[in-house]
């Protein structure tokens, strides 16, 4: 059965147009997302003047399942519907009898978050919880001797109430396969939102992100989000922190460009390392030294950093011997990002990803797409002897640091300046 999916961006429209679901299972990882597609149901579905009467909060780890379905039988105080949300509804597993093992904080609430620790620990919303009271309807009564998820499921089968929307909120995946999930799917709305390593122009962050935008009257490129991306890590919730500061860093402009990102958000150990090999392969002596005092005054250690050299060398190696191949082209950095990700990358990672190392941190075609990108366009500095050789070079340097007597930072910087030395076969472009 096709899982009944609706798009976030498009709720309003729904509502709006009358297309209201019983009940919504909103789910996935990226707990942001999560959070702020719930805060607009509610604020779309509910009246602020009657919000009090018709709203019930349930913790879906505590309340019971029979309280929760009498709640959604109440008919509805001087409005057209009520809502009830439960967060982390354990009876969504098949095997939940108590607690579930994704279920150990609420939902973060974006709004009132203040900083991290608060975001992580703080309910989606902070009114008066539902009141537990005697189940006083006989439906509920009537499969009371049946495991919470098969009285879920029983309830589901008859004739949903009109006059209320279920909002179910889980900050972890579900099994869309499951009997219950296809279920609800029929019935109403799922909405997944997972975490997403290799983002794309359809990216429900992205259209976030563009949204929120589209209110300030600015707008941002997919390259240029992605670079967000590359310097928060997957914090959706310090994507929006970040790009509220763009806003205001570019005033009067209309566009944020990446160098205004670059200005603005700190440079990650990742993209110091890009400089590094990227300065290495251009034989830039005193470019590769600033980039590697960079990574030590940022507190990496030195072992640390031959290791992300090392890494990175072991990267550009496997792309190398997929140009070799005849599986990808040298000059496929030479497109721009979006073609690269879409005709390039996707299609590779999905054909041989298999056959590079387990290890995503070390198998390029597990890496972010943009970080994939910048590889493939360091390649033109690096052939497939001078990657061997600058790898042995690199792990003898691994041995040196921790068996030599000589400073940390002096044996790196040999390292550099040995690397820098290396001829390459290779014409420069």
């Known amino acids: 059965m096709r899982q009944n999916t609706v ?12 297309k209201i679901a019983p009940i919504y299972l909103i789910s996935g990882e990226e707990t942001f997302l999560v959070a702020e597609t719930v805060k607009q149901l509610v604020e779309h579905l509910l009246e602020p003047t009657t919000r009090d009467f018709n709203f019930d909060v349930f913790d879906g780890t505590q309340a019971d399942l029979r309280e929760i379905l009498s709640a959604v039988e109440v008919y509805p105080t001087m409005a057209d519907r009520r809502v009830v949300l439960v967060n982390e509804p354990t009876f969504l597993s098949t095997s939940s009898s108590g607690k579930s093992e994704n279920s150990t904080t609420d939902i973060p609430n974006p709004e009132t978050a203040e900083d991290e620790n608060q975001q992580t620990n703080s309910p989606l919303f902070t009114g008066k919880p539902a009141e537990l009271s005697p189940v006083q309807t006989e439906t509920t009564e009537e499969f009371s001797d049946l495991s919470p998820s098969e009285q879920f499921c029983s309830w589901l089968s008859e004739k949903l109430p009109e006059s209320s929307v279920l909002i179910l909120a889980c900050r972890h995946k579900v099994d869309a396969r499951s009997r219950i999930v296809k279920e609800i799917s029929r019935q109403g709305k799922h909405l997944e939102f997972s975490i997403n390593d290799r983002p794309t122009q359809n990216d429900p962050l992205f259209q976030r992100v563009v949204e929120r935008l589209k209110q300030a009257d600015k707008q941002i490129s997919f390259g240029t989000y992605n670079i967000i991306r590359q310097r928060v890590g997957q914090d959706a919730h310090r994507v929006f922190q970040e790009l509220e500061k763009a806003i205001a860093y570019i005033g009067e402009k209309k566009r944020i460009e990446e160098k205004d990102i670059r200005g603005l958000i700190a440079e990650t150990i990742n993209e110091s390392i890009f400089s590094l090999t990227d300065a290495i392969g251009r034989k830039n002596v005193s470019q590769a030294l600033l980039s590697l005092h960079r990574l030590i005054r940022g507190g990496e250690a030195p072992i640390k950093v031959n290791a992300l050299i090392a890494r990175q060398v072991r990267l550009l190696l496997q792309a190398r011997l997929l140009v070799e191949e005849r599986l990808l082209q040298e000059d496929a950095g030479r497109s721009n990002y979006q073609i690269f990700n879409q005709r390039v990358f996707r299609p590779l990672a999905e054909k041989v990803s298999h056959r590079l190392p387990d290890n995503a941190q070390l198998n390029l075609l597990k890496q972010n797409p943009y970080a994939a990108y910048k590889i493939v366009q360091a390649l033109r500095f690096f052939d497939q002897n001078e990657l ?23 044996i790196l910087e040999e390292l550099v300046y040995d690397l820098c030395r290396r001829p390459s076969s290779r014409r420069r472009s």
Do not use: H, M, R, Y
Not at 7 to 18: E, F, R, T, V
Not at 388 to 410: F, H, M, R
């Open 388 to 410: 061997e050789n600058s790898l042995a070079v690199v792990l003898q340097t691994d041995i040196d640091l921790k068996s030599s007597t000589l400073p940390a930072e002096q």
């Open 7 to 18: 798009q976030p961006l498009n709720l309003d429209q729904d509502i709006k147009s009358g």
